[in-house]
C-alpha cells in the first residue's frame, strides 16, 4: 500500500514539476517579443519555424525510425505554396495554411508508397535526390515559380487593434501555429497511430505479429513529417516574404538532420533545441571565422555531439539523473530507514529470496 501511495506522489509531482515548467516557458515565450531587439525577435521566429518542421521530421526519423534527407524538398513545397496563392491569386495569409498542409501530406503519401522497399542508405540516397533535383525544377517552372528571381509577396501586417509591431505580431502568430504543431505532435505520438510507429521503429516483425500494418504506418510517417514540413515552409513565407530556389538546396535537408540530431531523437523538445542550435550556431561561426564559417560549424557540431552523444534533449536529461543521484547519496533520510515506518512485504524479504516465478530449491541445493 505505501508502495502505491509513493508511486502516485511521485506522479504527482511530477506532473506539478512540468506544469510549472510550462508555465514558465509560456511566461518567457509571451514577454520576448517586448524585451528583445526587432532583429532578436526574428531570429526567435525563426526558431520557432524551424521547431515545426524538425517536430515533422522527429516523427519519421525519431519514433518511426526511417531516414530521410529530403526534408527540405517538403518544406520548400510548403513555402512555394504559400508564395504562389498570395502572388498569382492574392489570398488570405491564412488561407495558405491548410492549402500548403494538405498539399505536403499528400506529396508525402504519393513519395511514401515506392520508398517502403527501401531502408538505411538505399531510403537516404532516395530522399536526397528529391531534395538535389527540386530546386533546378522549380527554376524552370518559371511562370508559376518566377524561375531563379523567385517570388517576393507581402509579409503579415499586425491588426490596428493588435497595438503590435510587425516583428512582435508575426512572432505570436508564429509562436500560436508552432504550439499548435506541437502538440497536434504530441497528442499524435499518443494515439494509436504513435504507438504503431514506436513498434515498427523498435521491431517490424513483432509488430507485424501484432497487427500492425508495416506499409500504412511507414506511408503515414512520411504524410505526417510532410505536412509538418509544409507548415514551417508556409510560415516561413509569411516571416521572410520571398522565396526562391537558392533559398532550399539540399544544404537544408542535410542541416534539418543535424539540428533534430543535436537536439535530440525522440524527444518531444529536441525540435526547439535543435531548431535555436540552426537558427543560432551559423550566426557564432560567422562571427568566428568570416572567411571559413561552415568549418566552425562543423566543429561545433562536433563538440557537441562528443559532450552529448543522445543530443541536448538528453544532456538535460542526464544533468537530471546526475543531480538527483547526488541528492540521494547526500540525503540521510534515503540512506537509513525509519524505524518506526511499517515494513513492507519487500522490506522484511530475506536478501538471497528467490524471485517470483522461480524454481524452489531442492534439499540438496
Keep these: 500500500m505505501s508502495t502505491i501511495v509513493a508511486t502516485l506522489g511521485t506522479d504527482r509531482a511530477r506532473r506539478l514539476r512540468v506544469a510549472l515548467a510550462a ?3 509560456a511566461g518567457v515565450a509571451v514577454g520576448a517579443p517586448f524585451y528583445f531587439a526587432p532583429f532578436q525577435v526574428f531570429q526567435l ?12 521530421l522527429n516523427l519519421l526519423v525519431g519514433f518511426g525510425g526511417q531516414i530521410s534527407l529530403g526534408h527540405g524538398a517538403f518544406f520548400a513545397a510548403g513555402a512555394y505554396t504559400a508564395a504562389v496563392m498570395l502572388d498569382r491569386y492574392d489570398t488570405g495569409h491564412l488561407a495558405t495554411l491548410p492549402v500548403a498542409a494538405g498539399g505536403c501530406f499528400l506529396l508525402g503519401l504519393g513519395f511514401g508508397v515506392p520508398a517502403l522497399r527501401l531502408r538505411g542508405l538505399y531510403l537516404a540516397l532516395v530522399t536526397l535526390s528529391f531534395a538535389v533535383f527540386l530546386p533546378p525544377l522549380l ?3 518559371e511562370p508559376v515559380t518566377g524561375g531563379s528571381m523567385g517570388l517576393t509577396v507581402d509579409k503579415l501586417q499586425p491588426p490596428v487593434w493588435s497595438g ?3 516583428d512582435q505580431w508575426m512572432y505570436f502568430v508564429v509562436l500560436a501555429v508552432t504550439a499548435a504543431a506541437l502538440l497536434l505532435a504530441r497528442n499524435l505520438l499518443r494515439s494509436r497511430v504513435g504507438r504503431a510507429l514506436l513498434a515498427v521503429r523498435d521491431n517490424e516483425s ?4 501484432m497487427g500492425v500494418r508495416l506499409s500504412l504506418h511507414k506511408t503515414l510517417a512520411f504524410a505526417w513529417s510532410a505536412l509538418f514540413a509544409g507548415v514551417s515552409g508556409c510560415v516561413y513565407t509569411w516571416v521572410i516574404g520571398f522565396v526562391s530556389p537558392d533559398s532550399f538546396s539540399f544544404v537544408l535537408s542535410i542541416t534539418l538532420l543535424a539540428g533534430l540530431v543535436v537536439g535530440g531523437l525522440a524527444s518531444l523538445y529536441g525540435p526547439l533545441l535543435g531548431a ?6 551559423p550566426s557564432v561561426a560567422q562571427d568566428i571565422s568570416e572567411a571559413a564559417p561552415g568549418v566552425v560549424f562543423g566543429l561545433l557540431i562536433i563538440a557537441v555531439m562528443f559532450v552529448a552523444p543522445t543530443g541536448l534533449a538528453g544532456l538535460a536529461g542526464r544533468a537530471r539523473g546526475a543531480a538527483a543521484g547526488r541528492l540521494n547519496r547526500t540525503a540521510p533520510g534515503d540512506l537509513t530507514p525509519d524505524p518506526s515506518a511499517p515494513l513492507t512485504s519487500a522490506d522484511s524479504a530475506p536478501v538471497d529470496a528467490e524471485p517470483v516465478g522461480a524454481s ?5 541445493e
Excluded: Q
Excluded at 48 to 56: E, I, R
Excluded at 360 to 364: G, V
Design 206 to 209: 513483432a509488430a507485424e505479429v
Design 360 to 364: 524452489p530449491r531442492t534439499e540438496k
Design 164 to 166: 503590435l509591431a510587425e
Design 23 to 25: 508555465l514558465l516557458g
Design 45 to 56: 521566429t525563426m526558431v520557432l519555424v524551424y521547431a515545426v518542421a524538425l517536430a515533422g
Design 139 to 141: 527554376k524552370r517552372l
Design 276 to 281: 535555436a542550435f540552426v537558427v543560432y550556431v
